[in-house]
């Protein structure tokens, strides 16, 4: 029963392109969602999150947009650049003391 | 994930030896949370502490695994008589909170743990 679905393992985008990473999910209990990335051999880093009460938020060259009624996010990347090269989880969580649910991850690859 | 601090990177167990899997979290950080990853999967959430007490354990295995974050010192991944299914690589988070709104989970680089 998995909770938060990542439903393309890859995804290969030409640099400078939009790289679109999706994700749904099925707890309509969820109220906090998070996009962390991750490089071989390294522990995932926090990317960027947004509220339940938010439908978009932006850090720079990433936006994450929340649709609630269709229990789906999304992650962009404009323009995408060769170092954003990696692997890309969606996590969520719910209130009170619920830990945080990952999606099994997305692996872009931006060609130079 | 420069802060929370994992020990061994690699560790290398026979079957039936126990692996200690040691997580020291970011400064200031008193929330502990263990997952587990398997190859070509996502992380699967295992146990999360505050010190000195487990608040959920629900996604731990039963037998031959615990998980202690005592008053002074890292928190600790037991795994007893180890078997070949254990292989993973197994995941420390640290947060100011529970790890929910507005408090994202911060990783250590993980502890490759190969049963051989």
């Known amino acids: 029963d998995q909770q938060v679905k990542q439903n393309s393992p890859s995804l290969s985008v030409q640099e400078g392109r939009i790289s679109i990473l999706n994700c749904d999910y099925t707890?309509?209990?969820?109220?906090?969602f998070l996009w962390y990335k991750k490089y071989p051999a390294e522990g995932p880093t926090f990317l960027i999150s947004?509220?339940?009460?938010?439908d978009k938020n932006e850090d720079g060259r990433f936006t994450v947009f929340l649709n609630k009624s269709a229990k789906h996010l999304s992650l962009h990347i404009v323009p995408s650049q060769p170092g954003d090269s990696a692997v890309y989880f969606c996590?969520?969580?719910?209130?009170?003391?619920?830990?945080?649910?990952f999606g099994k991850g997305t692996r872009l690859s931006v060609i130079a | 994930n420069a802060g929370v601090m994992q020990n061994p990177r690699h560790l290398v167990r026979r079957r039936g030896q126990e692996a200690r899997l040691r997580c020291s979290p970011m400064?200031?950080?008193?929330?502990v949370y263990w997952y587990r990853q398997l190859p070509e999967e996502g992380l699967k959430f295992m146990v999360y502490?505050?010190?000195?007490?487990?608040?959920?354990e629900s996604g731990m295995p039963k037998e031959r695994f615990s998980a202690e974050f005592p008053k002074e010192g890292p928190s600790i991944l037991r795994i007893q008589q180890v078997v070949r299914g254990d292989s993973a690589a197994y995941f420390c988070?640290?947060?100011?909170?529970?790890?929910?709104?507005?408090?994202?989970?911060?990783f250590g680089n993980g502890t490759r743990l190969t049963v051989t």
């Open positions: 947004i509220s339940s009460i938010k």
């Open positions: 707890n309509s209990m969820f109220d906090y």
């Open positions: 400064k200031g950080h008193s929330h």
């Open positions: 996590a969520a969580s719910g209130p009170g003391n619920t830990p945080l649910v």
């Open positions: 988070a640290s947060s100011t909170n529970r790890g929910g709104s507005g408090s994202p989970l911060h």
């Open positions: 502490l505050q010190k000195e007490n487990i608040i959920d």
